[in-house]
């Protein structure tokens, strides 16, 4: 699968709802929320009130990252407002089965996210109850950055382990993806590209995610 989730973190939040408008009208396939809490990341970005805002007005359905500690507490105020999948990070969740359980639960797609220094192996024991893994490709917290390399082999294993294992699960890669970059990804296997910055910065986004399609 080829699909491009369009991350609003480097939207306009002066006006937003005109770029909610463009992704509507666009080829994109999910609008990709960033929710950062400001202590697993560095960062604060947006909490469940925009998100239902967002969802109010998206006809796309809403891919919700959570960089923030104790997930598990949120999964259902996420839900409520209008998450589609929710992904959580490896590395915020002592009980990650649970949480994954948590999530499926509500009838929603459950997601795990990888730091770059996390390695793929650590998920052979939950990959088939996933239907989704997000590879980090910088390290979260940011829009803008420089996409790390390593990420190319990290695809890779993990679409060996999938394929080995039967799983359904779909792989989206995050952070300074372009199309040089996204084209490779694509190539290796990846499922869905996560493009902000590339995107929101270009002179005419809509037409930028239309050519992520044809990579
Ligand atoms: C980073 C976020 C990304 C970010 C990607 O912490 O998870 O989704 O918005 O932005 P770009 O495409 O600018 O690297
Ligand atoms: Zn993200």
Redesign the pocket.
């Known amino acids: 699968m080829r699909l491009i989730a369009p991350?609003i973190?480097?939207a306009d939040f002066n006006n937003l709802s005109n770029d909610i408008e463009m992704i509507n009208r666009s080829e994109a396939d999910y609008v990709?929320c960033?929710v950062m809490d400001g202590v697993f990341?560095p960062n604060i970005s947006f909490g469940a009130p925009i998100v239902q805002a967002v969802h109010q007005i998206s006809k796309k359905p809403l891919d919700v990252?959570l960089?923030i500690v104790n997930p598990e507490k949120y999964i259902q105020e996420f839900y409520h407002s209008g998450a589609s999948i929710i992904t959580v990070h490896y590395e915020a969740c002592t009980h990650l089965h649970r949480t994954i359980q948590q999530i499926k639960e509500l009838g929603i797609k459950a997601s795990v996210c990888l730091n770059p220094h996390t390695p793929v192996a650590l998920l052979e024991d939950i990959i088939n109850d996933l239907d989704m893994v997000l590879l980090m490709s910088?390290n979260?917290?940011?829009?803008?950055?420089k996409f790390i390399e390593n990420t190319y082999n990290k695809a890779v294993v993990l679409k060996e382990m999938i394929l080995l294992r039967n799983s359904n699960a779909l792989i989206e890669v995050?952070?300074?993806?372009n199309f040089e970059v996204g084209k490779k990804l694509y190539d290796s296997g990846v499922d869905i590209l996560?493009?902000?910055?590339?995107v929101f910065g270009s002179t005419d986004p809509a037409e930028t995610i239309a050519q992520f399609k044809e990579l």
């Open positions: 991350s973190l480097a990709h960033d990341v990252h960089m910088v979260p917290g940011f829009g803008g950055q995050d952070g300074g993806i996560v493009a902000g910055s590339f």
